[in-house]
């Protein structure tokens, strides 16, 4: 069975909510983090509803909105989130008003909408939908295991479409904390051209990216999903190779036959090696590119790089602000998204032309 990607919608630190990624509208932000670039929210949720919800819910349920609408659809037959840490500001103003308040007189809605799934259930609650609904928490891989479960239901039959999607957001105290973990860069950059760095650190990001999954095939499709693999902590680059090979010998393809290849490059000297050996010797004939120079990097962001990877597939059309070497640009029918996060949890997903 064939599974498609029937519609996108995403909300990013880019001007992606009209699903399009053009060179002359790309934004250059000049922050700490890399911060969403939001909508006018009531043009897409009801007020009385908007006054209650924090914005990494605003993100989320206005990016399953822009994704319902691109692809025609009114409602689905499950929904599936993730994301890797939750809804922060909720948290962050229960944690403050236990402070302020001595533990008493709480108000129990920013306790109530902290929990890791309220973005999926608040879908449902405007979409009416009783049918299945899960929400997936497990750090870097928390896309990959909500895509993992998305592709299962419908290939047990148990669903015809389904509504994929993930949101983490960045808040000023969460940025503060990381930076202790030495995650970030500490100097100034100019975040375009991250894969330059040769430093410590990646640049901070956040966003929401949704998509509705079919098993009908359709000319409006944008992409198909062939293959997930997910791994932890290779020993060796050796080890990536060869699983690697597996994977792709396992969907009937030659490394000469992925015709591009987007990586999870952000910037950190040592976790950008892996990808450095990978564009030198397995994929040396495949178009090289990359997106957290875009985004930031996020627990969820390899759902950014599977909706530009739709957008190019279905378009054939490679921006500029994204390619790392010179390949002659041919037709692409075969797309590889290879990421890690922290060089712990890794993830390959393969998409092809419709």
């Keep these: 069975m064939k599974i498609f990607i029937k519609g996108i919608g995403s909300i990013s630190p880019q001007n992606t909510i009209q699903n399009t990624l053009i060179d002359a509208d790309i934004i250059q932000h000049h922050t700490e983090y890399l911060k969403c670039i939001e909508p006018v929210y009531k043009n897409y949720i009801n007020p009385v509803s908007l ?4 914005r990494i819910v605003k993100m989320g349920v ?81 896309f990959e295991s909500a895509l993992m479960d998305a592709l299962l239901l419908m290939k047990e039959n148990e669903a015809n479409n389904v509504l994929l999607g993930s949101s983490d957001e960045m808040t000023p105290n969460l940025f503060k904390i990381t930076q202790r973990l030495n995650l970030w860069k500490k100097e100034p950059i100019n975040h375009l051209k991250l894969s330059e760095c040769k430093t410590k650190g990646s640049i901070a990001g956040e966003g929401a990216a949704f998509f509705a999954l079919t098993n009908e095939a359709n000319t409006s499709n944008y992409a198909v999903i062939n293959a997930l693999d997910v791994f932890y902590k290779p020993a060796t680059n050796d080890a990536i190779d060869q699983r690697i090979s597996l994977f792709l010998a396992n969907n009937q393809l030659k490394t000469d036959e992925i015709d591009l290849v987007v990586y999870g490059i952000n910037g950190d000297v040592k976790s950008d090696g892996i990808y450095n050996h990978l564009m030198e010797s397995v994929f040396n004939k495949s178009t090289s590119t ?65």
């Design 62 to 142: 206005t990016a399953a909105q822009l994704c319902l609408k691109d692809a025609n659809l009114t409602n689905t037959d499950a929904i599936i989130t993730a994301t890797g840490l939750g809804c922060i500001e909720d948290t962050e103003n229960f944690l403050n008003s236990i402070i302020a308040n001595e533990e008493k007189l709480l108000n129990p809605t920013p306790f109530i909408q902290s929990t890791h799934n309220t973005v999926g259930s608040q879908i449902a609650i405007i979409l009416k939908c009783n049918n299945y609904n899960a929400t997936h928490v497990h750090k870097g891989s928390s």
């Design 290 to 354: 990359y997106y957290k120079h875009l985004c930031g990097e996020y627990h969820t962001s390899t759902s950014f790089a599977m909706w530009l990877s739709s957008i190019i597939l279905k378009n054939q059309v490679v921006p500029n602000i994204i390619k790392l070497n010179n390949q002659p640009i041919k037709p692409i029918n075969n797309i590889l998204i290879y990421n890690h996060y922290l060089n712990k949890n890794h993830s390959l997903i393969l998409l092809s032309k419709c």
């Design 51 to 54: 006054r209650r919800m924090s």
